[in-house]
């Protein structure tokens, strides 16, 4: 579990995913963890991103072709910008498991890029730990 994606909301992450991410972190260093790839946009990435960053992580962002929403945060690597379902699949491909911080219930959000992201991960049978807004923790494919 060398290797952390994340995809999360564009609106800021709650207090409690902020905790709750942040200790995620901090175990996965300790399991080994060393890379954070994340999809350089506001909001959550951003946020997600410098917490990886502080930590040590080698952050490597994976942004979207649309400059608009794009945090353009100061990554250690950066690849090229590509549309949002080709970098989403990106960062689901280089990654050994994925943490999701979503805004809510994908079936209230079908169409959202975290929940399109965490799709594409459960098809890849990925790690995936959600971390809802209320800083409840849910491991899937977690085996």
């Known amino acids: 579990m060398n ?3 994340f995809t999360g ?7 409690q995913q902020h905790t709750a991410l942040q200790v995620a972190l901090e ?19 951003a ?9 040590g992580l080698h952050v490597v962002g994976h942004p979207p072709d649309n400059p608009q929403k794009r945090a353009f945060f100061k990554s250690d690597d950066t690849w090229p910008e590509k549309p949002y379902r080709d970098r989403n699949a990106d960062i689901v491909g280089c990654a050994d498991w ?30 995936i730990l959600i971390i809802w807004p ?7 494919n977690a085996g």
């Open 134 to 140: 209320d800083g409840r923790k849910e491991w899937e």
């Open 3 to 5: 290797s952390i994606g």
């Open 47 to 55: 946020a997600a991103a410098k917490i990886a960053k502080e930590l």
């Open 27 to 45: 175990r996965a260093i300790f399991a080994g963890g060393e890379n954070f790839h994340h999809g350089d946009c506001k909001g959550a990435d």
């Open 9 to 15: 909301t564009q609106t800021h992450l709650t207090c």
């Open 98 to 127: 994925l943490i999701a911080c979503p805004r809510g219930a994908e079936a209230k959000l079908p169409y959202s890029g975290t929940w399109m992201t965490v799709r594409m991960a459960r098809k890849l049978k990925r790690p």
